[in-house]
């Protein structure tokens, strides 16, 4: 097997894998506030968050609308473009941009798909004299993006206290 093909197949298997966590924890929100609202114990649980998600569902479509151009861009990259590096860092930038939105949609609570597209990106840039830059431009970002960082200066919600509403037995499940 090329190495070529044995990179791709990995890029392929992390985007899959982001898809599958990045809707797992909009959908954990969505069913965790639906159980929340029809238990009617809305109250006690909002008086322990710092911060509420403005409407759970409309994030679960953003998050799959900021995916699914994601993943048409990686697409356009590896079969349209492949060789064309006018189009080529043009769309790393796009793909970085894009991964920043999901980062805020999902509210810092889960930041690995920037992994993904520094992966896409030191792949592609790997004979560029820019590599350096874009390296730490990861890494700066991806510290930056980090929840617990980001919750010192904003009212941030967390995936953890969704995961406390449930009790003890299904909290080690979820973990």
Same mark, same amino acid.
């Given at each position: 097997?090329k190495? %070529? ?8 298997i !992390?985007l ?7 809707m %797992? ?5 969505c069913? %965790?506030?639906?159980s @929340?609202?029809?238990?009617f114990?809305?109250r006690?649980f909002?008086n322990?968050?710092?911060a509420?998600?403005?409407?759970? /569902?409309?994030i679960? #479509?953003?998050?799959?609308?900021l995916?699914a151009?994601? %993943?048409l861009s990686f697409? &356009? ?7 064309n590096?006018?189009?080529? #860092?043009?769309?790393l /930038?796009? =793909?970085f941009v894009? *991964?920043?939105?999901?980062v805020m949609?999902?509210?810092?609570? +889960? ?9 896409? @990106? @030191? ?5 560029? *004299?820019?590599?350096?830059?874009f390296? !730490?431009?990861a890494?700066?970002s991806?510290v930056?993006?980090?929840? &617990?960082? !980001? *919750?010192?200066?904003?009212?941030? +919600?967390s995936?953890? =206290? +969704?995961i406390n509403y +449930?009790?003890?037995? @299904?909290? *080690?499940?979820l973990?």
């Amino acid at each position: 097997m090329k190495k %070529t093909h044995k990179i791709s197949m990995i890029n392929y298997i !992390m985007l899959a894998s982001n898809w599958l966590i990045v809707m %797992t924890v909009c959908g954990f929100i969505c069913i %965790t506030t639906n159980s @929340i609202c029809n238990h009617f114990i809305a109250r006690n649980f909002i008086n322990k968050l710092a911060a509420l998600p403005w409407r759970p /569902v409309m994030i679960m #479509v953003q998050a799959a609308v900021l995916m699914a151009i994601l %993943t048409l861009s990686f697409l &356009g990259r590896e079969f349209l473009f492949r060789e064309n590096s006018r189009v080529e #860092v043009p769309s790393l /930038v796009f =793909d970085f941009v894009v *991964s920043i939105l999901l980062v805020m949609v999902l509210n810092f609570n +889960y930041n690995g798909i920037l992994l993904w597209v520094f992966a896409n @990106i @030191i792949s592609h840039t790997k004979k560029s *004299s820019g590599q350096f830059l874009f390296v !730490m431009l990861a890494i700066l970002s991806f510290v930056g993006t980090d929840f &617990g960082l !980001m *919750s010192i200066n904003y009212n941030l +919600y967390s995936i953890q =206290d +969704y995961i406390n509403y +449930y009790d003890a037995k @299904i909290q *080690s499940y979820l973990l």
